[in-house]
C-alpha cells in the first residue's frame, strides 16, 4: 500500500506529465534499447519512428498517476496490455529493467525539477504499478493454450489482396498442440517470432498478427500486411514473411491473445444490430468475428463496412461474400478511398444503425478518428470495441 504522501507527490506530477510525458518515454526508450540490445526484439520499430509507442506509454504513466489512489481504475488496460506482454514472453525479470529507465529518463528529462522526493515516489509507484502487471500476466501465461514458443509448418499461402497474404500453419509434432483441441476466439492474434535479415537486422523480431478463422481444421490462419512507404518496404517482419516464408517452411508462434471479442451476451440479439467496421488488413480479425457470429446465430443483422485505398487492396472479398450470404439481414458498405471521401461522422450517422454493437480495427489514424467520430455521434461507449495495429494506449484518452 502506497503512503499518502508518495501518492501525492505522485499526483502533483500530473501537469508534468501531460506537458512533457512523450518526450520523457521517448527518452526512456532510447536509453533502455541502446544498452540492452536484446530488447529489440520486443518493439516494432515503425510504431516507435511513429511514436506511437512512446505515446502509449506516456498515456500508461499518466493514467497510473491520475489513479494513483485506486490502481484498480487499471485494470482495463492491464489487461490489455498484458495479452501483449504474454504473447511476447515479457516476464517478471523485465520490470525492474523499465523501473530504473523510466526514473532515468524522468531525471534527464525534468533535470533540477526531478527532486529526489519525486523519484523516490515514483520508484515506488512504479514498484506497485509493476506488481500489478506481474499479478494479471502470472494468470495469463498459466491460461495461454501453449508456453513458450512452438514450431509451426506454413502448410498454405494465399494472396488475398495486392498487399496482403494470409499464411495457414499447422502444429508440429514435437510441439505436443492438437489444434483439434485449440479453442479459438474471434478476434485474437498470434505472435510470430522471427530472425530477419533484410533492412541490416542482426535480431530476432516478434509482431503481432490477427486471426482470420475461428475454424482450425486447416490449421490456424493469419493475415499479414506488407507495411511499405513510398514503394520501399518499412516493416521489418511483414518484408520476411512475404518474401523469405513459403511453405513447408518453419515458424515460431506463441499461444493465442488479445481481448478484442464480440459480446457474447449480444451474439444471440436479434434486436441489436452488429457492425463490423475495418480498414485494410484490419478487416482480419472482424472476418472471424463474422464467422463467429453466422455460425452462432445467422439470423442477427449484420453491417459489414470495409475501407480499402482500391478494389486490389479490398481483402478477402469473396470469403465476405460468402460469410454475408449466410446472414438474413446482412449489409456490405465498402469505401475506396482512391475515389471516394474517406469514412465520417456523416457517414457513420447514415450506415451505422442506433444502439448497434460495433467493431473497429484498423491503423492507428483509422481508428483515433472513428472513436472521435462516434463520440461526436454519442453512440453508447459501452458498445463500441476497437483493437487498432499498434499500441492501443496512445488511442486511450484519460
Same mark, same amino acid.
Given at each position: 500500500?502506497?503512503?499518502?504522501?508518495?501518492?501525492?507527490?505522485?499526483?502533483?506530477?500530473?501537469?508534468?506529465? =501531460?506537458?512533457?510525458?512523450?518526450?520523457?518515454?521517448?527518452?526512456?526508450?532510447?536509453?533502455?534499447?541502446?544498452?540492452?540490445?536484446?530488447?529489440?526484439?520486443?518493439?516494432?520499430?515503425?510504431?516507435?519512428?511513429?511514436?506511437?509507442?512512446?505515446?502509449?506509454?506516456?498515456?500508461?504513466?499518466?493514467?497510473?498517476?491520475?489513479?494513483?489512489?485506486?490502481?484498480?481504475?487499471?485494470?482495463?488496460?492491464?489487461?490489455?496490455?498484458?495479452?501483449?506482454?504474454?504473447?511476447?514472453?515479457?516476464?517478471? =525479470?523485465?520490470?525492474?529493467?523499465?523501473?530504473?529507465?523510466?526514473?532515468?529518463?524522468?531525471?534527464?528529462?525534468?533535470?533540477?525539477?526531478?527532486?529526489?522526493?519525486?523519484?523516490?515516489?515514483?520508484?515506488?509507484?512504479?514498484?506497485?504499478?509493476?506488481?500489478?502487471?506481474?499479478?494479471?500476466?502470472?494468470?495469463?501465461?498459466?491460461?495461454?493454450?501453449?508456453?513458450?514458443?512452438?514450431?509451426? =509448418?506454413?502448410?498454405?499461402?494465399?494472396?488475398?489482396?495486392?498487399?496482403?497474404?494470409?499464411?495457414?500453419?499447422?502444429?508440429?509434432?514435437?510441439?505436443?498442440?492438437?489444434?483439434?483441441?485449440?479453442?479459438?476466439?474471434?478476434?485474437?492474434?498470434?505472435?510470430?517470432?522471427?530472425?530477419?535479415?533484410?533492412?541490416?537486422?542482426?535480431?530476432?523480431?516478434?509482431?503481432?498478427?490477427?486471426?482470420?478463422?475461428?475454424?482450425?481444421?486447416?490449421?490456424?490462419?493469419?493475415?499479414?500486411?506488407?507495411?511499405?512507404?513510398?514503394?520501399?518496404?518499412?516493416?521489418?517482419?511483414?518484408?520476411?514473411?512475404?518474401?523469405?516464408?513459403?511453405?513447408?517452411?518453419?515458424?515460431?508462434?506463441?499461444?493465442?491473445?488479445?481481448?478484442?471479442?464480440?459480446?457474447?451476451?449480444?451474439?444471440?440479439?436479434?434486436?441489436?444490430?452488429?457492425?463490423?467496421?475495418?480498414?485494410?488488413?484490419?478487416?482480419?480479425?472482424?472476418?472471424?468475428?463474422?464467422?463467429?457470429?453466422?455460425?452462432?446465430?445467422?439470423?442477427?443483422?449484420?453491417?459489414?463496412?470495409?475501407?480499402?485505398?482500391?478494389? =486490389?487492396?479490398?481483402?478477402?472479398?469473396?470469403?465476405?461474400?460468402?460469410?454475408?450470404?449466410?446472414?438474413?439481414?446482412?449489409?456490405?458498405?465498402?469505401?475506396?478511398?482512391?475515389?471516394?471521401?474517406?469514412?465520417?461522422?456523416?457517414?457513420?450517422?447514415?450506415?451505422?444503425?442506433?444502439?448497434?454493437?460495433?467493431?473497429?480495427?484498423?491503423?492507428?489514424?483509422?481508428?483515433?478518428?472513428?472513436?472521435?467520430?462516434?463520440?461526436?455521434?454519442?453512440?453508447?461507449?459501452?458498445?463500441?470495441?476497437?483493437?487498432?495495429?499498434?499500441?492501443?494506449?496512445?488511442?486511450?484518452?484519460?
Amino acid at each position: 500500500m502506497l503512503s499518502a504522501q508518495t501518492r501525492a507527490i505522485v499526483k502533483a506530477t500530473v501537469p508534468v506529465l =501531460e506537458k512533457q510525458g512523450t518526450a520523457i518515454t521517448k527518452v526512456f526508450y532510447k536509453n533502455m534499447l541502446n544498452e540492452h540490445k536484446e530488447l529489440l526484439n520486443i518493439f516494432n520499430r515503425v510504431n516507435q519512428a511513429k511514436g506511437a509507442q512512446p505515446t502509449a506509454l506516456a498515456t500508461t504513466v499518466l493514467a497510473a498517476a491520475k489513479h494513483i489512489d485506486d490502481l484498480s481504475v487499471l485494470l482495463p488496460h492491464v489487461e490489455q496490455i498484458g495479452h501483449k506482454h504474454r504473447a511476447l514472453q515479457i516476464k517478471p =525479470e523485465h520490470y525492474p529493467i523499465v523501473g530504473e529507465y523510466l526514473l532515468k529518463a524522468i531525471k534527464e528529462t525534468l533535470g533540477a525539477a526531478a527532486t529526489p522526493n519525486i523519484l523516490g515516489a515514483w520508484g515506488e509507484a512504479y514498484g506497485a504499478i509493476a506488481d500489478i502487471f506481474i499479478s494479471v500476466e502470472n494468470r495469463m501465461y498459466k491460461e495461454a493454450a501453449w508456453a513458450g514458443w512452438k514450431p509451426f =509448418e506454413v502448410v498454405a499461402r494465399e494472396r488475398v489482396a495486392s498487399d496482403i497474404v494470409e499464411f495457414t500453419v499447422k502444429a508440429k509434432a514435437e510441439s505436443g498442440i492438437d489444434l483439434a483441441k485449440l479453442p479459438i476466439v474471434a478476434g485474437q492474434y498470434l505472435t510470430v517470432n522471427t530472425h530477419p535479415t533484410g533492412q541490416g537486422n542482426t535480431y530476432d523480431a516478434l509482431r503481432h498478427y490477427s486471426i482470420c478463422s475461428v475454424s482450425t481444421d486447416g490449421g490456424l490462419r493469419f493475415s499479414v500486411k506488407l507495411e511499405a512507404a513510398a514503394g520501399k518496404p518499412v516493416g521489418l517482419v511483414s518484408e520476411y514473411l512475404h518474401n523469405n516464408v513459403s511453405v513447408g517452411d518453419q515458424i515460431l508462434l506463441s499461444a493465442p491473445a488479445g481481448d478484442f471479442a464480440l459480446n457474447k451476451d449480444l451474439v444471440r440479439q436479434n434486436d441489436i444490430p452488429l457492425v463490423l467496421l475495418g480498414s485494410g488488413v484490419g478487416v482480419t480479425p472482424l472476418l472471424a468475428m463474422l464467422e463467429e457470429q453466422v455460425i452462432a446465430n445467422p439470423e442477427r443483422p449484420v453491417y459489414w463496412i470495409q475501407s480499402a485505398y482500391d478494389e =486490389e487492396r479490398l481483402a478477402f472479398k469473396e470469403h465476405v461474400d460468402e460469410l454475408l450470404s449466410k446472414v438474413s439481414k446482412a449489409k456490405k458498405v465498402v469505401v475506396l478511398t482512391s475515389n471516394q471521401p474517406r469514412i465520417d461522422g456523416e457517414f457513420l450517422a447514415k450506415e451505422v444503425p442506433a444502439g448497434s454493437d460495433v467493431y473497429l480495427c484498423g491503423s492507428l489514424d483509422f481508428m483515433t478518428s472513428m472513436i472521435d467520430h462516434f463520440d461526436v455521434l454519442e453512440h453508447q461507449n459501452d458498445r463500441i470495441h476497437y483493437e487498432p495495429f499498434g499500441p492501443k494506449m496512445s488511442t486511450v484518452k484519460v
